[in-house]
């Protein structure tokens, strides 16, 4: 279903009704650019940490509009054993709704542009009728203004015509506007005179001749009169005065109060139906999902925070549960049999053995997409077919088990090790940004740092790596780059040999992150205020985990169903101790699988080899956190991280454990 | 006429013949925003040296894109003494026309595209179908990537198939691409032995592959076989291999030459069309236009320079004469008659007395406007009637003649005072931007430069000055604002009376221009590596007055048929001197007269006053200029300001001065 500015109001029950009965959602979101700085490559590096991407992203992506949002509300009939499916595309423009509200200006790429204007997208659907939107700030300030306004006019005998600002004094005149002001009186007292008469309209003017107007007549005219500002034809504002009893100014005072409320939903718009699908917490789906979840909250609620764990906190509480389906695809058991883990590419796979192409029927009055004609692209259908292919792998996960089971439900414990970590795109060994906790940090040993004139090419790097064999390069700008060895041990021998170099450097990754973190110390030193602020920052940080602005976002009531808790979470106080330091600890003994199991599969370009912390991890994840919060552990929980590669779903299920 | 990508190269033709013919076009501008910082209001102060807001525009306007150009052109038939016209609406839009191309970010702003939206605009047309461009240094770049690619190709013996950076010697071929390239020597021998075959196409590989095939085959087979690189359908990139003989190469050779010519050519796209407006020398119409052509020059030559001087420069370069209909409304006599000079008002004000509505007709095929049914903010309409407006006006100024004549040329002598003199918008003493020389510099002694809490609203300013009578408010940021006093004497009592505020701060506005100027100094100092920098541009500048860059503006050959000779400039040596200093003394009596005139009319919000600097110059301009400029006094020419407000061209054809 097509969502627009005109039609938005009346179908957004049908929204709400859609999430409330759904088993899980599927999202998509088409923006106007992808990167402002960096070219695609440089923005994704393969040696990324989760820290450095996440920056990146928000330093470069965030200025351009969310500008499409599909969202598919997938639930289960067991009775006919399928899927009903309702789509809905929304158009989103951030039009300003007064000339008093946020004027936002965004970005465009002209390559996504262009690319989205091929796939035929409707730009005129946007910019004329996209839905608007408020993030919390600006619903929290628009609110404040009408509260203000309200609170004014109902308090200690003040009129509705006060200004915020009014004075309860005589106001002072500027000469020149004396005779102007002089004149409106006298009509007053006319118009107070004359019984016919009730209402009277002032000439256009000014905004100040208005706000002296307004002035003038709170301190003359304290009760009897109304006074309210329309606009002419031509847009012209002028004052219209009338003649009231205590009941009519009341009467009216409600209209307006409820005429404020239905702008003030309007002016939230598509705002709702984000926080709709927060307050559901349900299932999630989407795939490749960061920049889709990173825009969705920097845009309906909140600029994103400096820091990434402030970022998975915020995660958390807009969408409680997410999973990624190139991360699911490029994981164990699917990993072996799924080689093209884009959109397309995938959806086409999973029709196909051992996969079963999923029963899905649009709900009735709901259109529905034909997967053979793609639209690819489109939010909306781009959200469907993520939810077919969440379905159908989900499903082949119910055949390793014993009985095989044909469906499995987004309820299900076979899908939880997927929960909340996000695919990041293009990063050799860290397959995901995990929204639970610290991220895997791998040893890197074998990687080089290397800087070299700017001329220089892949293939340079290729002829000075010539003798270490196999190499892979990673850019990271247009004089620098990682380079991984095949082995460890070569690293020591390569900075060795380049010692006398002149038109080169390599250090190790070791030394280059050690580098990075001191030149940061001293950029910080600049000036000492900031440093200062860095340092009180960090003492409160650590005794609380949850600044007041993260509360904020937490107070619409979840409505919680499962063991996954995280949602339910309440500010709380953080004990700052020796295991708060244990959970970034990590054995070398993992770290190296990590490493190898990279480099084993570094010739792959985009699907990165992905592994999940697993063991048992899972069965008995959700009451051992909920156990943890009771004992005031916080959001920083001390799971050590499992070993990687050997344990996965797969094995697990082969092993013999019967997971429901 | 609508002009898209589509079918721009079919009817480039008509736009050079339309230009080529007429006697004046006008030009209109419309933008995917207005300011990316301050609001309007701060954008253009009152009391805003041209200086300042010309680096105002430059930082918060020229991210956005100008993605419609209006071009009408008027060509006057004296046999039915009427003119005819030819409308062209361009929508502009730099979609990347390679995968190296420049892949232009551009903002947009909320409130802008809401009021297009308003209006109708087709934002599908601009996105789908605007047609590219490049501007000089794109071009440039591109051509010469063509060129090495040829001269290389073309160069001892070399082959097309050597990519720019292949070297002469076997390449090295990384251990894991050895077993690849091997097979693709195999199959390549393969071809050479068989008689039968031709061609042979190669397997999609990726883009190192390829690189390694061309440098491998490029030393291994010097002659005999053409390589060539092209796309599957779905988009994936192959080699093929022909065998050729040396004609059957140099016939292949041409053909790629002739399409690589067309392909720059459309790369370079829109721009042609503002090449051939520079080229020829026409005088070119505009409603306020200084956004207009900054965004012009911006887009489709290059980035605006940093001093407002190298500004005027490059305009002059590229719109050897232009006339602001705006200033033109402004300026007497014309100011006493018309009261709102907005352009949809001035074109409803000049169709009735004194002034005669235009005889304008559409050329055969082209489509005419209507009037009546306005479709403002299409750039090609609001071209359309900024011509209107200025033909109404060049001959009511012909009425004043004895005799009287009806129809005024874009060639008479009568309009030149008006030529290269941009409307400065809501400046209250500075009525215009001149392009031929420096600008005026009134003294603003009544005015007083404000500082004070941000919560001080327009009200507490006048209440503060209540006790020197009127006063003008021009807001510069939430904490200042300049205050103009009706009696520069009262401007000493005022900073007097101030010295003990606590919470606001009254400097002079001398003061305050003094401070600033120590201020930028003191920031120049920071690092003295900056410094020296500008102190050797100083020192450079004072040798010649044209950059070597701006020469490049210049290459274009004009087709000079009037005495404005500015555009037949050639580089010239500037001697600085003693005149050059001269020419920015000002006498204090000529400002004066500027302060009391622009005190007078204080009142008028946009319609600021506007006196062109007259007496009898415009009659000996052009001769006078030129004789100059063979003396080498190049462009910062040493015309003595006239005196202001009273000799306006007005009285002068009052007084009987015979101009045509």
């Known amino acids: 279903m097509e969502m627009i500015r005109s039609n938005f109001k009346n179908n957004l029950h049908k929204v709400y009704q859609a ?10 979101g088409e923006f106007s650019g992808i990167s402002d700085g960096p070219s695609v490559t440089a923005l994704t590096n393969g040696f990324d940490t ?36 309702k789509s809905f595309n929304f158009y989103v423009f951030p039009k300003p709704f007064s000339r008093t509200s946020p004027d936002v200006k965004f970005v465009c790429q002209s390559s996504s542009i262009d690319f989205l204007a091929n796939q035929g997208f409707d730009f005129n659907k946007v910019f004329r009728n996209g839905i608007p939107y408020l993030n919390q700030e600006e619903e929290r300030q628009l609110r404040e203004q009408y509260d203000e306004k309200r609170s004014q006019s109902n308090g200690a005998g003040a009129l509705s015509y006060i200004s915020p600002n009014a004075s309860k004094c005589p106001v002072i005149i500027p000469e020149d506007q004396k005779k102007f002001i002089d004149k409106v009186v006298e009509k007053i007292e006319d118009l107070i005179q004359n019984e016919e008469n009730k209402n009277l309209d002032l000439e256009p003017c000014t905004g100040f001749q208005r706000k002296l107007i307004y002035q003038t007549l709170s301190w003359k005219y304290p009760k009897g009169i109304h006074v309210e500002t329309l606009e002419t034809e031509k847009k012209e504002r002028y004052i219209v005065i009338s003649k009231v009893d205590e009941e009519e100014r009341k009467r009216r005072e409600q209209q307006k109060h409820a005429k404020e ?43 994103l925070p400096e820091d990434l764990s402030e970022f998975k906190e915020v995660t958390t509480c807009v969408f409680p549960r997410l999973l990624d389906t190139k991360l699911m695809a490029s994981t164990q058991p699917f990993k072996d049999i799924i080689n093209n883990t884009s959109l397309a590419e995938l959806e086409k796979r999973l029709k196909e053995a051992p996969f079963n192409p999923p029963k899905v029927e649009s709900a009735e009055g709901f259109p529905s997409y034909d997967t053979a004609s793609e639209q690819l692209h489109e939010a909306g259908y781009d959200a469907y077919i993520t939810g077919l292919c969440f379905i159908s792998m989900a499903n082949f996960l119910g055949s390793f088990l014993s009985p095989p089971k044909i469906h499995v439900s987004a309820r299900s414990k076979l899908i939880e090790p997927f929960f909340n970590k996000l695919f990041l795109m293009r990063v050799m060994d860290i397959p995901y940004l995990n929204l639970e906790g610290p991220d895997l940090q791998p040893k890197r ?25 196999n190499i892979q390069v990673s850019w990271i700008d247009d004089t620098s780059a990682f380079v991984s060895l095949s082995q460890p041990e070569q690293v020591q021998i390569a900075v060795n ?22 030149d940061k110390q001293n950029k910080r030193k600049w000036t000492e205020n900031s440093w200062k602020e860095v340092e009180r920052k960090r003492l409160k940080t650590q005794c609380t985990s949850y600044s007041p602005q993260s509360r904020y976002y937490c107070v619409n009531s979840f409505t919680a169903t499962s063991a996954v808790g995280k949602r339910n979470m309440s500010p709380i106080q953080e004990e700052a101790g020796s295991e708060d330091i244990e959970s970034v600890e990590i054995s070398d003994c993992e770290l190296d699988q990590t490493d190898s199991c990279a480099r084993k599969n570094s010739l792959q370009p985009e699907a990165s080899p992905a592994v999940l912390p697993s063991s048992l991890k899972f069965l008995i994840h959700g009451s051992q956190q909920l156990e943890r919060r009771k004992q005031g552990l916080g959001f920083r929980e001390i799971t050590r991280l499992a070993p990687l590669g050997s344990h996965t779903v797969f094995n697990l299920i082969k092993c013999g454990v019967g997971v429901v």
Chains 1, 2 share one sequence.
């Not at 598509?270 to 917490?281: D, K, L, M, T």
Request: aromatic share 14%; proline share 2%.
């Open 445 to 469: 040993d074998h990687v080089l740092h290397v800087t070299f004139p700017k001329e220089w090419k892949t293939s340079d790097l290729y002829q000075l790596f010539s003798a270490f064999g």
């Open 261 to 303: 409320q239905e702008e003030l939903n309007d002016a939230v718009g598509f705002s709702r139906v984000i926080h709709a699908i927060a307050n559901s917490g349900k299932l999630v789906i989407g795939h490749n999902m960061l920049l889709d979840v990173m825009h969705t909250i920097h845009q309906f609620y909140c600029p």
């Open 497 to 518: 040999t380049s010692k006398y170099a002149e038109s080169y450097r390599i250090q190790t990754y070791a030394e280059y992150v050690e580098k990075k973190h001191v």
């Open 50 to 85: 989760p820290e450095e991407r996440y920056h990146k992203l928000k330093k470069h992506s965030m200025d351009f509009l969310l500008f499409q949002f599909g969202l598919c509300t997938f639930k289960y009939d067991s009775t006919d054993s399928k899927y009903i499916m």
């Open 19 to 28: 999430i409330e009965e759904a088993d899980f959602l599927a999202i998509d």
